[in-house]
C-alpha cells in the first residue's frame, strides 16, 4: 500500500513539473483553438487587448500581467517559425532557443503608438497642439468584406529624435506693460518663447495591421492614434484609414442585401432548371425552379446576403433577378405549328406606356 501511493506522488510530481516546464498555454489566453490561421489569432488579439488592456482594469492588479501573456501569447502564435516550435515543445523550447525575443509591439501594430481610447470623448485634449490627421483610402474586396480579412501596410513614419542644441517652443502671446517716461506706459503685444531640447525628425518603417472586418460598409474608418503627422510642440496627428468597396463583376451591395443577375436559356425558363451560385467565400448557392420563369422574374434567398456589421449573426438576404436568353435560329413552320400546340395561348397586343 505505501508502494501504490509513492508511485502515486512520483507521478503527480513529474506531471507538476512538466506542466511547469511547458510553461503558459497561448492558445488558452487568445481563447483560439490549436487549428486556428493567422487570421483568426489576429482577431482574438484585437479584441482581447481592448478587454484586458490595463488603462480599462485599474482595479484589477493582475491586470499588466495579462496583457503582457497576451502579447507573448501573439507574438508567437502570429509567427509561422515560432508557432511550430512552441507546438512541439512548449514556451521553454522558445526560450531556450532564443526565440521569445519580445522585440515587437503588437499593441500599437493594431491601434497606433497611444494605444486605444478607452474614453467617451476626443481622444486628444482641446488645449493640446497636435500634428494633421493622414486619411488612407484602403481599396478592399466584396469577398473581403464579407469574410473578413486583415491587411498589413507598411508604412515611413516621421518620429522625433533628440537632436544637439537648443530651439524656441511653446511660444505664445504675451501683452506686456513699456514704460515711455514719467507718468507713460503703453501696453503692446510680443511673442514668448521658452528654450527647449532641439529635435529632429526621422523616418521610420512601421507596420501596421488593419481588420476588416465584416460587415463594414463604404466610408467606415478605422482610427490609429498618433499615427499621422508629428508636431514639433504637441502631439502626432492620427491616421484614418477609410474603406472603399471595389466593384465587384457578379454581386451588388446595398447595405446588407446582395443583388446578383443570372441569364438562363428560353428552355430552362419553361421547364425548370437546377443550378447553383458560387458565393463570395465560395460555398454554392442552390437554385431550383420547376415553374416558368419569366424575363425579370426575381427570386430571394434568405439569409444569403452581407452579415451585420454590428451583429455578425444577423446576415441579408440574396435577390436573383433572371434574364432569358431566346434562341437566334428560325423555327421551322412546323415547329412553329407544334410550338403553338404546346403553349395554347391566343396572341396579346396590348399597347401601354411601361415608363
Not at 483560439?32 to 485599474?58: G, S
Not at 529632429?200 to 492614434?225: A, H, P, S, Y
Not at 443570372?262 to 420547376?290: C, W, Y
Request: glycine share 8%.
Amino acid at each position: 500500500m505505501q508502494l501504490i501511493k509513492f508511485v502515486v506522488l512520483v507521478q503527480l510530481a513529474i506531471l507538476l513539473v512538466d506542466e511547469a516546464l511547458a510553461g503558459r498555454d497561448f492558445y488558452k489566453i487568445l481563447n483560439v483553438k490549436r487549428n486556428a490561421n493567422t487570421n483568426e489569432i489576429k482577431k482574438a488579439y484585437r479584441r482581447l487587448a481592448k478587454e484586458l488592456h490595463p488603462d480599462k482594469n485599474k482595479d484589477d492588479p493582475d491586470a499588466s500581467t495579462k496583457f503582457q501573456d497576451l502579447g507573448a501569447a501573439y507574438e508567437v502564435l502570429s509567427n509561422a517559425d515560432k508557432r511550430k516550435t512552441y507546438d512541439r515543445c512548449g514556451e521553454e523550447c522558445l526560450k531556450k532557443e532564443g526565440m521569445m525575443d519580445h522585440g515587437g509591439d503588437p499593441f500599437s501594430s493594431f491601434f497606433g503608438d497611444f494605444g486605444f481610447h478607452f474614453g467617451n470623448g476626443d481622444p486628444h485634449q482641446q488645449d493640446t497642439l497636435r500634428g494633421a490627421d493622414i486619411v488612407m483610402t484602403m481599396y478592399v474586396s466584396l469577398e473581403e468584406l464579407y469574410s473578413g480579412n486583415f491587411v498589413e501596410i507598411v508604412r515611413n513614419k516621421p518620429v522625433m529624435k533628440p537632436a544637439s542644441g537648443t530651439r524656441k517652443c511653446n511660444c505664445r502671446q504675451e501683452m506686456v506693460t513699456r514704460n515711455l517716461g514719467p507718468g507713460r506706459f503703453q501696453m503692446i503685444q510680443q511673442t514668448v518663447c521658452d528654450e527647449c531640447p532641439n529635435v529632429k525628425l526621422v523616418n521610420e518603417e512601421r507596420t501596421l495591421e488593419i481588420e476588416v472586418e465584416q460587415g463594414m460598409v463604404d466610408g467606415q474608418e478605422t482610427r490609429f492614434v498618433a499615427e499621422g503627422e508629428p508636431h514639433i510642440d504637441g502631439e502626432p496627428g492620427d491616421l484614418i484609414v477609410r474603406v472603399q468597396q471595389m466593384p465587384h463583376p457578379r454581386f451588388m451591395r446595398k447595405d446588407d442585401d446582395l443583388y446578383t443577375n443570372v441569364t438562363i436559356s428560353l428552355q430552362d425558363a419553361l421547364v425548370g432548371f437546377n443550378m447553383e451560385i458560387k458565393h463570395l467565400d465560395g460555398h454554392a448557392v442552390p437554385v431550383t425552379r420547376e415553374k416558368i420563369t419569366w424575363p425579370g422574374a426575381r427570386i430571394r434567398k434568405k439569409g444569403e446576403g452581407m452579415p451585420n456589421f454590428e451583429n455578425n449573426n444577423l446576415t441579408g438576404n440574396l435577390y436573383i433577378t433572371f434574364d432569358v436568353e431566346f434562341p437566334k435560329q428560325d423555327l421551322s413552320e412546323e415547329d412553329k405549328e407544334a410550338l403553338k400546340k404546346i403553349l395554347d395561348q391566343s396572341s396579346i397586343n396590348r399597347i401601354y406606356n411601361g415608363l
